[in-house]
Structures are given as structure tokens and as C-alpha cells.
């Protein structure tokens, strides 16, 4: 298990692809494996800050082949401001896709069945995620993918917005001004809530803390679309923009 978190990580610090993990590893090897990617980044002084659900819509299920609900985790250091830049040369095959995100205004105990996620939320935005599969051909299978931090790249954040009615809006990305996806939040889980419950279930069978402050990434509401030298731009209605700009 160790090995493979290695590689993993080197293969995400030298941005050079590598071959997908051999047969028959469990989904409970692959968080192993995915925490033990990420102690070696929290051992090189990064700190985690939330977590990302993948699949949650049927786009990105489709797209990717994959149709189970899995969750990733976020450091600081894959933080990128609102309108900054992203040095593609430090990623693998970089794509990015369109999300939103939620705060959590205290800590939850995932474990607590009363606990109750969606009431500790206090805030959302827009974000852009950069996905970027350490994967040759960002090809993977369940188990590759959760050990891989769920493909977790780097990711922007919106400007705060409190909880209105999340259950239908509009969602945008276009790139360098032209539309590349549209899609509805509504495509997430049929609402976006349904993600966060998903995620105080796995958070508790898997181990993964869910702290006030922490942010959470839904899941895409559309397909993801490669990631090259442009501005990408998310909109989600009523909930503003945000930009990413890939530069080599
Ligand atoms: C895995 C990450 C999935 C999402 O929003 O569904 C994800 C991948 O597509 O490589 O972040
Ligand atoms: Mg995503």
C-alpha cells in the first residue's frame, strides 16, 4: 500500500502520468492508500481544508465511466485565488469543470446519526475545480480513483453567498468567453443537499473530518473539459463567478 502511495504522490509532485494500481484493490484500500497520499503532503507542511465529492451527477458518471459516489480531500495548497493563474506545466492533463461549494459553519461528527450536515452549512459559492487524474490517458477504474485523491487537482472559490434555494440553478462554464458546458445544480444528486448527506456517510465509514471552516466541493453538475492555456470561467445563477487562468 505504501508503494503505491509513493507513486502516487510522486507521480502528483513531478506531474508525469503513471500506470493504473494492479487488480483487486478494495474500496477500503483505496481510502487507505488515497490517506496515505495525503499524510505525505500534510508531513510536507500542507493542511487539509475540506473535502470533494466525485460523481455526483450523471454527466460526469458517464463521462468518466464510473458510478459510485467517492470523496477526495483538499489542502491548502491546492487553493487558487479568483482570477489567478494555474501553471499547466505542473499538472499531468489537467481539465476543469464546474462546482459548487459549501462551508461548514461548525464541526460535524459524521458518526453522530443526529449530526446534521446540510444545518452546519453556512455559506456557498461558485468554484472551479482543476481535475487531474495521475493516470495514464485519465483512464482509472473505482478503486484507482479514490486511491488518486479522486483526481483532486487545484480549485477557485466564488465569493461567499448565504444558503438560498439551491435545488435549481442555472450552471455555466465557459472558456476564454465561449460556452463549453451548461448544466443545473439540480443535475447533482437531484439536489445539491443529497451530496452533503453522501458525504457525512462515507466521511464516517472512511475517516475523513468535516470541521467548521472546512469547504466542501459537491461534485460537478457537468462533464469536465481540458484544461489548456485560456480563462476559465463558472457561473452559477444567483450565486455569482469565478475565473481560473491556465498559463504555460
Ligand atoms: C474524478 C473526479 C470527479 C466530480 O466532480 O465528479 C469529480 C474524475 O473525474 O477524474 O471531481
Ligand atoms: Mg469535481
Do not use: C
Not at 458517464?62 to 489542502?75: K, N, P, R
Not at 473530518?209 to 461534485?219: E, K, N, T, W
Amino acid at each position: 500500500m505504501t508503494t503505491l502511495a509513493v507513486r502516487l504522490h510522486d507521480a502528483q509532485r513531478n506531474a508525469e502520468a503513471t500506470p493504473q494500481l494492479p487488480a483487486g484493490i478494495t474500496i477500503g484500500e483505496a481510502y487507505a492508500i488515497q490517506h496515505a497520499v495525503l499524510e505525505r503532503r500534510f508531513a510536507a507542511g500542507e493542511r487539509l481544508v475540506g473535502t470533494k465529492l466525485g460523481f455526483t451527477s450523471r454527466a460526469k458518471m458517464v463521462q468518466m465511466g464510473v458510478s459510485d459516489i467517492i470523496v477526495g480531500q483538499l489542502t491548502d495548497a491546492m487553493r487558487v485565488e479568483d482570477g489567478g493563474e494555474v501553471r499547466l506545466s505542473t499538472l499531468v492533463h489537467p481539465r476543469v469543470e464546474p462546482e459548487i461549494v459549501f462551508r461548514l459553519g461548525r464541526d460535524v461528527d459524521p458518526t453522530d446519526p443526529l449530526a446534521d450536515i446540510v444545518s452546519a452549512v453556512d455559506a456557498v459559492a461558485p468554484a472551479v475545480e482543476v481535475i487531474d487524474s495521475r493516470y495514464r490517458d485519465f483512464k482509472f477504474n473505482l478503486a484507482d480513483v479514490i486511491a488518486d485523491n479522486t483526481s483532486g487537482g487545484l480549485f477557485a472559490l466564488g465569493g461567499w453567498q448565504p444558503i438560498g434555494d439551491l435545488g435549481n440553478r442555472a450552471v455555466r462554464l465557459s472558456v476564454d468567453g465561449r460556452d463549453a458546458q451548461f448544466g443545473s445544480t439540480a443535475a447533482i444528486l437531484g439536489h445539491p443537499f443529497r451530496a452533503l448527506r453522501q458525504l457525512a456517510g462515507i466521511a464516517a465509514r472512511e475517516g475523513f473530518p468535516l470541521r467548521a471552516g472546512h469547504v466542501i466541493l459537491a461534485g460537478a453538475a457537468t462533464a469536465a473539459v481540458p484544461f489548456g492555456p485560456s480563462v476559465v470561467r463558472v457561473e452559477v445563477a444567483g450565486l455569482g463567478s469565478v475565473t481560473v487562468r491556465g498559463v504555460v
